[in-house]
C-alpha cells in the first residue's frame, strides 16, 4: 500500500521505486522503465495558432536523473519549453516570457508595415 501523496513505480532495473508525488504533477507514470527516466510532469500550457502547434511549456522534474544532460531536465525542478528543447530555471522562463513579448511588438511592427506596403493607409 503507498502512503498518501507517494507513488510506486515498478522500474526494470530498481523494482519497486516510492516517491513522493509533486501536488503539480498529472501523474500517468507508466510501469516498466528504468528508474532515471521516472518524470514528473504539470499540464502542458500550449501555444497554438489556427490548429498549428507552436510550442507548449510546463513543469517537470526528474527525481531521479543523473548528469548526463542536465539541459533536459534533473532533479530540480523546471519549466521544459518545446520548442527549444530545454529545462529552463525561473530566472530562464521570465527571460523568455519577456523575449517573446518584444516578439509580438516585433510583429504588430510587421503587420503595421505590411498594412502600409498594402495601401491600407490611403
Ligand atoms: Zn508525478
Known amino acids: 500500500m503507498t502512503e498518501p501523496g507517494t507513488i510506486t513505480v515498478h522500474t526494470l ?5 516510492s516517491l513522493p508525488e509533486p501536488a503539480w504533477c ?5 510501469d516498466g522503465g528504468h528508474r532515471a527516466d521516472i518524470l514528473h510532469t504539470g499540464p ?3 501555444l497554438a495558432f489556427h490548429g498549428r502547434h507552436i510550442t507548449a511549456a510546463g513543469l517537470v522534474q526528474s ?5 548526463a544532460s542536465p539541459e533536459l531536465g534533473g532533479r530540480t525542478p ?4 518545446s520548442v527549444i528543447g530545454r529545462t529552463l530555471d525561473p530566472v530562464a522562463v521570465y527571460e523568455l516570457a519577456a523575449r517573446l513579448d518584444a516578439y509580438a511588438d516585433q510583429l504588430r511592427g510587421l503587420a503595421d508595415q505590411l498594412t502600409d506596403v498594402l495601401g491600407g493607409d490611403q
Open 44 to 46: 502542458d500550457v500550449v
Open 26 to 30: 498529472i501523474g500517468g507514470h507508466e
Open 13 to 17: 532495473d530498481h523494482g519497486p521505486v
Open 78 to 81: 523546471g519549466v521544459s519549453v
Open 63 to 67: 527525481p531521479f536523473a543523473g548528469d
